[in-house]
């Protein structure tokens, strides 16, 4: 695979207090609706294995797995966001943590990197790395038959906040913004992630 990347301009992560009216919408329905056991699937090909960030240095605000059928459900009431509801149609699955980071940042991004590392040695295919001071941005993809069948996003701002999103399902290559701009998490260069070419997958 080959791709070209822009550097966006670092910034901080917006408060996880200010999550996006998507992701609001998905954490009351799913936890209205746990019980009934709608979440990921764990047999889909884009499911990534994570780990947790632990307890120490972070403190874990959010936590949702999320499955095709509310994915799809939630889908029905986005006609003002076409590219999100074309997103949310496509997708199997969904999980999110979020962790506020209450210790050392350094820490963290080590993790995040070694998270990374692990998933590389599983057959994730890298595309995207930022690397500046504490703050770790990684993009990895899994490819199925030449097609992109997983994405996991990793981001840790140095600072204050880590956050881990795993999308399961087809996803195109500019859908990329679109994931960032429904999550409302900021991960500098994601945007500019552009998959020219699909290699073996």
Same mark, same amino acid.
């Given at each position: 695979?080959?791709?070209?990347?822009?550097?966006?301009?670092?910034?901080?992560?917006?408060?996880?207090?200010?999550?996006?009216?998507?992701?609001?919408?998905?954490?009351?329905?799913?936890?209205?609706?746990?019980?009934?056991?709608?979440?990921?699937?764990?047999?889909? !090909?884009?499911?990534? !294995?994570?780990?947790?960030?632990?307890?120490?240095?972070?403190?874990?605000?959010?936590?949702?797995?999320?499955?095709?059928?509310?994915?799809?459900?939630?889908?029905?009431?986005?006609?003002?966001?076409?590219?999100?509801?074309?997103?949310?149609?496509?997708?199997?699955?969904?999980?999110?943590?979020?962790?506020?980071? !209450?210790?050392?940042?350094?820490?963290?991004?080590?993790?995040?990197?070694?998270?990374?590392?692990?998933?590389?040695?599983?057959?994730?295919?890298?595309?995207?790395?930022?690397?500046?001071?504490?703050?770790?941005?990684?993009?990895?993809?899994?490819?199925?038959?030449?097609?992109?069948?997983?994405?996991?996003?990793?981001?840790? !701002?140095?600072?204050?906040?880590?956050?881990?999103?795993?999308?399961?399902?087809?996803?195109?290559?500019?859908?990329?913004?679109?994931?960032?701009?429904?999550?409302?998490?900021?991960?500098?260069?994601?945007?500019?992630?552009?998959?020219?070419?699909?290699?073996?997958?």
């Amino acid at each position: 695979m080959t791709m070209t990347t822009s550097k966006a301009p670092t910034g901080s992560m917006r408060s996880g207090n200010m999550r996006g009216a998507v992701l609001a919408l998905l954490a009351c329905v799913t936890l209205f609706i746990s019980a009934c056991g709608i979440t990921a699937p764990r047999s889909n !090909d884009g499911y990534a !294995d994570l780990e947790s960030l632990g307890m120490r240095d972070t403190n874990r605000l959010i936590s949702l797995s999320i499955g095709p059928t509310l994915l799809h459900f939630a889908a029905r009431y986005m006609d003002d966001e076409p590219e999100i509801r074309d997103l949310l149609r496509g997708l199997d699955g969904v999980r999110i943590r979020i962790y506020e980071i !209450d210790g050392d940042a350094r820490r963290v991004a080590q993790r995040i990197f070694k998270m990374s590392e692990h998933l590389r040695e599983d057959g994730w295919e890298p595309v995207l790395l930022v690397r500046e001071q504490n703050e770790e941005v990684h993009m990895l993809l899994r490819m199925v038959n030449h097609h992109i069948s997983g994405m996991t996003v990793l981001v840790s !701002d140095g600072e204050s906040e880590a956050v881990i999103i795993n999308l399961m399902g087809e996803i195109r290559p500019e859908q990329f913004g679109d994931v960032m701009v429904a999550l409302d998490v900021d991960a500098p260069g994601v945007d500019d992630v552009q998959v020219t070419q699909i290699g073996e997958g």
